[in-house]
């Protein structure tokens, strides 16, 4: 039977009912700024909001838990845009769409793309934003498109040897050869990391450990290509702790020191360093990759 690689490619495996306790009921015709007080939805219980934070030096519209000292972003929108203008509005329309509306960054940007209008959104105490229509079904969900971050309640994808998601394209894997198709991998709201075969039996724990009251988790790929098992204990307010990390070389990410370059360990902690001959291509950034230390300005222009 063929070995079944657990990609890192997320998805969420359930819908959400619009009556369900601990959120918020966002109506269209609600606006935000990211200069004003209404910068934000929050979640029933303040823990998570989704709307505006600052990046850079302009603003960014994402979700991000604002019940802790350390505000942490968990979901950003249009994350490949660049930073928004002070004069921009996220105005959830009459007719049930979310756009950013700015006159310095010209036509009005998508939030969500679908083909139906929402009735009404949703700030979920689990960390997820979910559009309504007229009979409370889900439209959309922010746990439907994540970014580098996974929130318990959901789960990852796998995908087999020699469909498009290949092995070349992943540097950690968990072989699950034998156990079927059906295996998932979980994420529970006690921070349980594990995996399930077909018939609900569980068949790899991940992570160790008693599950702790008062602590929220979360999983990361952080920008060094390993994913990180974070918790946080909300009645300490101290910071975030790693209890559980992969692949354990920090090496291991493909291109991870970009090109003429190699990754070496530094005090365990992943650095670059340029081949012989080759300088970085940007300082400020060890990721970047090398180029061609030229003696002069006139050979590196030809």
Known sequence: ??????????????????????????KPGSLLTPTCT???????????A???????????????????????????????NPPLPGDVKLNFTSDGRLVLQSA??????????????????????????????SDNGTIWQ???????????????????????????????????SGEGTDVTLNFDD??????????????VNITTGDPTKGVIYRLRIDPDGILRH??????QNGDWKVTWSSPGDMCAPNGLCGINAFCFLN??????KCLPGFQRVNEDSWTSGCERNFDSKSCKSN
Do not use: H
């Open 1 to 26: 039977m063929a070995t079944i690689l657990l990609l890192l490619l997320f998805s969420a495996s359930f819908t959400v009912d619009a009556q369900q306790a601990g959120q918020s009921v966002i």
């Open 38 to 48: 209404n910068s934000s939805w929050l979640s029933g219980s303040g823990l998570y």
């Open 50 to 80: 989704f709307g505006f934070y600052k990046q850079g030096n302009g603003y960014a519209v994402g979700i991000f838990i604002v019940g802790i000292p350390q505000k942490t972003v968990v979901w950003t929108a249009n994350r490949d």
């Open 104 to 133: 310095q960054a010209g036509p009005e940007i998508v939030i969500v793309s679908s083909t139906e209008g929402a009735a009404a959104a949703s700030m979920l105490d689990t960390g997820n934003f979910v559009l309504y229509n």
């Open 142 to 176: 922010s746990f439907d498109d994540p970014t580098d971050t996974f929130l318990p309640d959901g789960w990852l994808a796998m995908y087999p040897v020699g469909s498009k998601f290949t092995l070349e394209y992943g540097y950690w894997g968990l072989g699950v």
């Open 190 to 203: 006690d921070g349980r990391l594990y995996l399930l075969n077909g018939i609900g039996i569980s068949i």
């Open 230 to 235: 974070y918790s946080y204990n909300l009645d």
């Open 267 to 272: 005090d365990r902690k992943a650095a670059c």
